[in-house]
Nanobody, 124 residues
Framework: QVQLVESGGGLVQAGGSLRLSCAAS????????MGWFRQAPGKEREFVAA????????YYADYVKGRFTISRDKSKNTVYLQMNSLKSEDTAVYYC?????????????????WGQGTQVTVSS
């Protein structure tokens, strides 16, 4: 089992920034990639960004490219999501995700473990 604890959500004005953190513990040795998804009210959970754990290769959804940056600190078993130029449409619950299989962690079916979620609200 892998446990994920997210932090860093909150309320911010449009154009502002937030940084989310996700600390992993437990059986993390089999981790292939970590990432972030989000779910707005009435919508399906969608991919935001992910990063391969060993090589640190990031990949992003088109709607956050150029605004969000994902990174990881291997020594702290933590992944970060720096969110800049936030828009009202970025408002959602953001979930940390871990994939243990050698496939891109960019769909909900590729995720093996989920965090509890952290609310991000962007006011216009």
């Amino acid at each position: 089992q892998v446990q994920l604890v997210e932090s860093g959500g909150g309320l911010v004005q449009a154009g502002g920034s937030l940084r989310l953190s996700c600390a992993a513990s437990g059986r993390t040795s089999s981790r292939y990639a970590m990432g972030w998804f989000r779910q707005a009210p009435g919508k399906e959970r969608e991919f935001v960004a992910a990063i391969t754990w060993i090589l640190g290769i990031p990949y992003y959804a088109d709607y956050v490219k150029g605004r969000f940056t994902i990174s990881r600190d291997k020594s702290k078993n933590t992944v970060y999501l720096q969110m800049n130029s936030l828009k009202s449409e970025d408002t959602a619950v953001y979930y940390c995700a871990v994939g243990g299989r050698r496939i891109p962690v960019n769909t909900t079916t590729s995720v093996d473990y989920w965090g509890q979620g952290t609310q991000v609200t962007v006011s216009s």
